[in-house]
């Protein structure tokens, strides 16, 4: 069976040039968003396992906030292990979008674990807005996250180059990696 010939990946020089112009296409940034939650759901059920047995959890609250820490250092150190190792999670490299500075060099440890934090203002503020509210309906609290998720994309169509707020704020760019 013949494969379509694959395209070198792209040079640093390329990569800076491409970071000089705006952001790749919101359509092909949110796919790698949707499909990293589909990759990373793996992730949470391999560290909540490891976590439950660690801990001999036995009720789903029982030791909750050390499973919600559990889950934040993991995710965490997934995005700043790939982000520092060529700018590509699995999600982009399958979208062929890639994280650089705003120089199109690779990403350095504080930048990528400062945009690791910064990446949830994706979540953060309507869900930080529920528990003060005290909202304990999931229907509410999935639609206040929503509206936040939809107005925070759109968002970037009047940031500098197309970019998300965490972008601007952490000085990089995602690129489009395609031929």
Known sequence: MLRPPVAPPLTWAQCAERAAGPAAPLK????????EGVLLFG???LVGMV????????HALH??????????LALSL??????????????????HV????????PLTLAQATGRAV????????PLLLAWAAQWHHGKSIGSLLTLWMVAYALSSFFLPR????????????VIDTRP
Do not use: N
């Not at 997934?78 to 979208?95: E, H, N, R, S, V």
């Open 28 to 35: 092909r940034r949110l796919a790698a968003f949707i499909y």
């Open 51 to 58: 976590f439950g047995v660690a801990t001999q959890q036995r």
């Open 43 to 45: 992730v949470v059920m």
């Open 98 to 105: 890639r994280l650089v500075r705003h120089d199109g060099l």
């Open 78 to 95: 997934y995005f700043i292990w790939f982000w520092t190792q060529g700018g590509q999670t699995l999600a982009m490299k399958t979208w």
């Open 118 to 125: 910064l990446s949830w203002l994706w979540f953060a503020p």
């Open 63 to 72: 030791g909750r906030e050390g499973l919600q820490a559990a889950l934040f």
């Open 162 to 173: 197309r970019q998300f707020l965490h972008d601007v704020l952490c000085g990089t760019r």
